[in-house]
């Protein structure tokens, strides 16, 4: 399984940016996703998770009612649209899965993507 991240940046508090992450080397439509964020100096922190088929999603409270996580089963990809962005948003952002290797569930993870929300 590989996962890639892209569309962070450089963003103004207020401001809006949409994240993408594209599965590879795996059936994307049987995986559940999660996004998280490491913020300078923080430990990992849950964003957003959505099921497999896209009907159910969950939010931190963190970020409730300004993300949104979606998916395209079909491109392989779950977004992250960030919306209301407030400088304690600046993270590193990455997208994981697990998949079950028959004995455990295995986590994989993308590279990150840096987003930073200053003026």
């Known amino acids: 399984v590989q996962l890639a991240e892209s569309g962070g940046g450089l963003v103004q508090p207020g401001g809006s940016l949409r994240l993408s992450c594209t599965v590879s080397?795996?059936?994307?439509?049987?995986?559940?996703m999660r996004w998280y964020r490491r913020a300078p100096g923080k430990g990992l922190e849950l964003v957003a998770t959505?099921?497999?088929?896209?009907?159910?999603?969950s939010y931190a409270d963190f970020v409730k009612d300004r993300c949104t996580i979606s998916r395209d089963n079909g491109k392989n990809t779950v977004f992250l649209q960030m919306n209301s962005l407030k400088p304690e948003d600046t993270a590193v952002y990455y997208c994981?899965?697990?998949?079950?290797?028959?004995?455990?569930?295995?986590?994989?993870w993308g590279q990150g993507t840096q987003v930073t929300v200053s003026s």
């Open positions: 080397r795996f059936p994307f439509s049987s995986l559940p």
């Open positions: 994981n899965t697990q998949v079950w290797n028959g004995r455990e569930y295995v986590p994989y």
């Open positions: 959505i099921a497999s088929t896209g009907e159910s999603a």
